[in-house]
């Protein structure tokens, strides 16, 4: 079974340019989950996906940040515009319905490791 | 705030010794705590969970405490290898069902 993908790995990218971060979730899992982990810092919840909706998005920094989750299966998490402080390794997770709140496992993605100059 | 810490110095041990992390909680009271296992670029790796009402848990080698009056968790590698070497992190629900995290403390192994 493919677990979580992320793509890309790496991406370095100007102040002030566009950014758009995908992650393919475990097939079947309708729990998709955004986090960020600034250098130096904790991870950081962003959000959290139901299918489709968005379940929770309180952690996401401001209104640059969109991100989306079409026909619930993959996301994308776009940044527009990069500011210098949104440099960090965003990570992707999945967990099956219902395991979360009771414990259940998240699965991670190997993360984007995101450079703005 | 809800906060979770853990203690960022490397924590360097013998093989074949016991190696104990600690992760202390402030501010609530979570229901469980989760460990993880990060390598380098890669994505965490979850290990352990252990609830407040359980004080120990085991797997293999590892081994999870929980005690709610030191609000803290305790996790043990015994007989350590040099392949137990990476970064541990601990985690848990705050009260807005977020998964809130430790910054995470980096084990080195030595042969």
């Known amino acids: 079974e493919a677990g979580v993908t992320q793509f890309p790995s790496h991406s370095v990218i100007e102040k002030g340019q566009t950014v758009t971060l995908r992650c393919d979730p475990i097939?079947?899992?309708?729990?998709l989950y955004w986090y960020r982990r600034v250098m130096g810092k904790e991870i950081k919840f962003l959000l959290h996906f139901v299918k489709e909706s968005k379940q929770d998005e309180s952690g996401m920094p401001n209104n640059r940040f969109l991100a989306e989750r079409t026909g619930g299966t993959y996301s994308t998490l776009k940044v527009q515009p990069a500011e210098l402080e949104d440099s960090g390794v965003y990570f992707c997770a999945s967990s099956q319905e219902l395991d979360f709140l009771g414990g259940g496992e998240q699965f991670f993605g190997p993360g984007t490791r995101l450079t703005v100059l | 705030s809800q906060k979770i810490e853990q203690n960022s110095e490397a924590l360097n041990i013998q093989e074949g010794k016991t190696a104990t992390l600690t992760c202390n909680y402030t501010n609530y009271s979570p229901a469980y705590l989760q460990w993880y296992r990060q390598d380098p670029g890669r994505g965490p790796v979850f290990l352990l969970l252990?609830?407040?009402n359980e004080k120990e848990k085991r797997k293999e080698r590892l081994k999870v405490t929980f005690d709610t009056t030191l609000k803290q968790s305790l996790f043990h590698i015994t007989a350590s290898q040099p392949a137990d070497s990476a970064t541990y992190l601990c985690a848990s629900l705050d009260s807005n069902y977020q998964l809130i995290w430790g910054a995470g403390t980096k084990l080195i192994i030595k042969p």
């Open positions: 252990i609830r407040e």
């Open positions: 097939s079947g899992h309708d729990n």
